[in-house]
């Protein structure tokens, strides 16, 4: 079969494109989508552009290891690992609580945890149905019923608010999950109140929870929800993961004035030929920051990102001792700077080509180049496309978890290693 697709800004070339019938890409897409689902389990981070170790050896002892979660929506159980999934919590502890103190601003109207992931679906399912003929989104009777009554809002929380079930880690999925001071837990429980903590956190407040998972023998089914939640980005959507152990070195701020000066010499990379983008000449920290240092999205453990604040000690509240990386909690898993980061799914490229693109799109743009149809022009696959041929799943969404910090950050965990019982510390960069 041959034709064309013609991608954002050609809406009407693409309604009359030759063999872009109806029925026959649909079909031949979900056949598609149906091998890609299979594969979603093989998530990797592709290999680094070049090994920056044999240009500065200096970094070499620096090397740590993280791993990445790569998360998914999916139904996990308290036997998974998960983000947003249920917990592997027993029925005969108590459940925890936020005290605050919280601030509700009068004329918000908050969504329960439900609500929210109501929502979701049905903006998921409606955003791959036709639009109307004034190019809204259509929904059903019952959709919009729904959307409704969520839209009325729940009353705020009275009291202390439940926590949320934020991210259950077992240390047999996850290398770099170390418990601290060396006891014999083997499931970390990280739980958050769905609320920003003014004046000192805009952002959900973490309780951790360090178990030994044989312990728990009668899981709790129902745990207690909040009435609702100060903001939907602090629901996390249900995920499975697919942990990955990858090696990091220092953010560029945290490195020595030194080696900082040497980074920053264009001729130290020259060496590198092709491997090094020649658009980083004039700032070559940034190709370092982008590809060689530290891996965006959920982690645990290597090196802290920086930008929004310079790198700041991080002393155990308790004992003094510097605490280390624990879990970043990442509104995002890849930017523009960042691309380089998005796992490869150990699928075959049907035709290597270019990768300034969301990788959902690129999907796309193969799948219709192995079916021999040209791809006229690059950029966003455009609604018109979208209407005819239901879009696959990302392979690797941008926001998988749903969870957002403030406009777009990452809120890090750090942890003491003398005792799990010393308080951790959040920041947010
Ligand atoms: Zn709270
Ligand atoms: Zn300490």
């Given at each position: 079969?041959?034709g064309s ?10 309604s ?14 979900s ?6 689902t ?7 981070t ?9 240009l ?6 620096l ?6 979660l790569?998360?998914?929506p ?19 502890e ?8 919280h ?7 908050p969504?329960?945890p439900?609500?929210v992931?109501?929502?979701r ?5 409606a955003?791959?149905?036709p639009v109307?003929?004034a190019?809204?989104?259509?929904f059903?009777?019952?959709e ?12 705020h929380?009275e ?6 079930p ?9 290398p ?9 837990t083997?499931?970390?429980q ?18 951790l929870?360090w ?10 089914a ?7 939640v ?8 249900p995920?499975?993961l697919?942990p ?5 070195y220092?953010h ?13 010499d264009?001729?130290?990379w020259?060496?590198?030929g092709t ?12 190709f ?9 999205g ?9 930008g ?6 991080r ?13 970043t ?26 990768t300034?693109?969301?990788p ?33 799943p ?15 950050y990452?809120?890090q ?7 799990a019982?010393h ?7």
């Amino acid at each position: 079969m041959t034709g064309s697709v013609y991608l954002e800004g050609a809406r009407g070339a693409a309604s009359r494109g030759a063999g872009l019938t109806e029925k026959g890409p649909a079909r031949q897409l979900s056949e598609a989508d149906a091998s890609i689902t299979a594969m979603t389990d093989m998530r990797r981070t592709p290999p680094r552009p070049l090994d920056v170790t044999a240009l500065f050896p200096e970094l070499a002892p620096l090397a740590r290891t993280a791993t990445r979660l790569h998360p998914r929506p999916g139904a996990p159980s308290p036997h998974d690992s998960s983000i947003g999934g249920p917990l592997l919590w027993p029925t005969d502890e108590p459940w925890p609580y936020c005290e605050g103190p919280h601030q509700w601003a009068r004329s918000e109207k908050p969504h329960s945890p439900d609500d929210v992931r109501q929502l979701r679906r049905i903006k998921k399912v409606a955003k791959y149905r036709p639009v109307d003929d004034a190019g809204l989104t259509v929904f059903t009777p019952e959709e919009r019923a729904t959307l409704e009554r969520i839209r009325g809002g729940r009353p705020h929380p009275e009291g202390p608010v439940p926590l949320l079930p934020l991210a259950q880690l077992y240390a047999r999925d996850i290398p770099d999950l170390r418990p601290p001071g060396g006891d014999s837990t083997d499931l970390l429980q990280v739980l958050w109140c769905p609320c920003d903590h003014p004046p000192d956190k805009f952002m959900p407040r973490t309780v951790l929870f360090w178990r030994r998972a044989a312990e728990v023998t009668d899981v709790l089914a129902t745990p207690p929800q909040p009435s609702a939640v100060q903001f939907d980005e602090y629901v996390p959507e249900p995920c499975l993961l697919a942990p990955e152990q990858i090696t990091e070195y220092p953010h560029f701020m945290e490195l020595s004035e030194e080696l900082r000066a040497r980074i920053q010499d264009w001729s130290r990379w020259e060496v590198a030929g092709t491997a090094v983008d020649s658009s980083f000449q004039e700032s070559p920290s940034e190709f370092y920051e982008d590809h060689l240092s530290v891996a965006p999205g959920w982690k645990v453990g290597g090196w802290a990102s920086w930008g929004p604040t310079d790198p700041v000690p991080r002393p155990c509240p308790v004992c003094g001792t510097e605490s280390n990386p624990l879990l970043t909690i990442a509104t995002f898993e890849w930017d523009d700077d960042t691309r380089g980061w998005v796992e490869n799914e150990e699928r075959p490229p049907v035709s290597p080509s270019f990768t300034a693109l969301d990788p959902g799109h690129q999907r796309l743009i193969d799948f219709f180049r192995a079916k021999g149809m040209d791809v006229q022009e690059r950029g966003r696959v455009s609604r018109s496309i979208r209407e005819i041929v239901p879009q696959p799943p990302d392979l690797a969404p941008r926001q998988p978890t749903e969870v957002q910090i403030a406009s777009g950050y990452r809120q890090q965990l750090y942890l003491c290693p003398v005792s799990a019982e010393h308080l951790h510390i959040e920041l947010m960069q």
